[in-house]
């Protein structure tokens, strides 16, 4: 079956560095783009980042661009997502998603916390 | 940059019930690529309609998804026990960036 199981959040200072991973099984990871989408405590979801599945083509929200960076490793069926210049407006549980057109397969998620 | 509008921002019906949740678009959404998600308390969002109207794999058939253009709808035609949490809806395709709707929560009445 499907599987995307995330991991790398924590608790991190402002300005700090996080590196996220999505590691995938059940489906051939390189057909398919990938994307990040993250949920700040009791808000609703957003999206965050999008890679396609040869990797050529990524795509950031405005509010991340210049800081973050969606990378992929198909051979280790593996997704990205390495945060810099953190923010507390980045504190969110961050999602691994399947794009499909909608997205069809979701991570548990990993929370990251940005505070001093 | 299309902003999607969902309303009620959270709707109070009794189990049996039907609900219907709106989600509607600032400009055409092209091919109709919109869809729909259910997040319970603490879980990850899981897709219930993609393309305005077909179900996902494994959703049950009293949720159903129509419109085309700015409106679309989801109906829950017999809510269960397990169907008053939060739904959002999201556009795809149109362009690189994906927008959700703000959610509408269904509530116990």
């Known amino acids: 079956q499907v599987q995307l199981v995330e991991s790398g959040g924590g608790l991190v200072k402002p300005g700090g560095s996080l590196r996220l991973s999505c590691a995938a099984s059940?489906?051939?990871?390189?057909?398919?783009?990938m994307t990040w989408i993250r949920q700040a405590p009791g808000k609703g979801l957003e999206w965050v980042s999008s890679?396609?599945?040869?990797?050529?083509?990524?795509h950031y929200a405005d509010s991340v661009k210049g800081r973050f960076i969606i990378s992929r490793d198909n051979a280790r069926k593996s997704l990205y997502l390495q945060m810099n210049s953190l923010r507390a407006e980045d504190t969110a549980v961050y999602y691994c998603?399947?794009?499909?057109?909608?997205?069809?397969?979701w991570g548990q998620g990993t929370l990251v916390t940005v505070s001093s | 940059e299309i902003v999607l509008t969902q309303s009620p921002g959270s709707l109070s019906l009794s189990p049996g019930e039907r609900a219907t949740l709106s989600c509607r678009a600032s400009?055409?959404?092209?091919?109709?690529?919109l869809a729909w998600y259910q997040q319970k308390p603490g879980q990850a969002p899981r897709l219930l309609i993609y393309?305005?109207?077909s179900r996902a794999t494994g959703i049950p058939d009293r949720f159903s998804g129509s419109g085309s253009g700015t409106d679309f709808t989801l109906t829950i035609s017999r809510l269960e026990p397990e169907d008053f949490v939060v739904y959002y809806c999201?556009?795809?395709?149109?362009?690189?960036?994906?927008?959700f709707g703000g959610g509408t929560k269904v509530e116990i009445k």
């Open positions: 059940g489906f051939t990871f390189g057909d398919y783009n």
């Open positions: 998603t399947r794009d499909a057109g909608g997205l069809d397969y």
């Open positions: 999201q556009l795809y395709g149109s362009s690189p960036r994906l927008t």
């Open positions: 400009q055409s959404v092209r091919s109709n690529y």
């Open positions: 890679i396609t599945s040869s990797t050529t083509t990524t």
């Open positions: 393309g305005a109207s």
